[in-house]
């Protein structure tokens, strides 16, 4: 018993760190409206994703600028009608919108950017939508992302 309780102290201190799985990713954005990738698998034990989203073009955010969004598919649309009314400066998206899981800044050639979120939010299968919010990108820009 005495052997017992230093080993179960032990495993105890280090379990958090052996649940704990931060998966990256990264993104490339261009000056012609695309994403690289048109979608994300993540493996279903990652807790933590850090997407990392690149601009590989020339221009300016204010005329070529892209983020990283993801929501739900069915709110993927209606989130992003209602960030056409609103500023860069909002990343063009709606103040404390709960439909968006995460999201990145707008960013412009050249620049990156990155976000950390759990996946706590995820269900395993569930069905997912990336995409830009910049007005009018997210016809083109976006894709699916795939959880578990």
Known sequence: ????????LAALAFAPAAYARVC?????STDQMTFTQKEIKLAGDCTQVKL???HTGKLAATAMGHNWVLTKTPDYQPVAMAGMR???????LPKND????????????GQSTS??????????GGDYTFFCSFPGHFAMMKGKLVFG
Do not use: C, E, N
């Open 52 to 54: 990392t989203l690149r």
């Open 24 to 28: 990256a990713v990264t993104v490339d």
């Open 98 to 109: 709960a439909r968006v899981l995460a999201h990145t800044a707008v960013i412009g050639g």
């Open 1 to 8: 018993m005495k052997l017992f309780a230093p080993l179960l």
């Open 115 to 124: 976000v950390t979120f759990s996946t706590a939010k995820l269900v395993k």
């Open 86 to 92: 609103m500023k860069v400066a909002d990343s063009y």
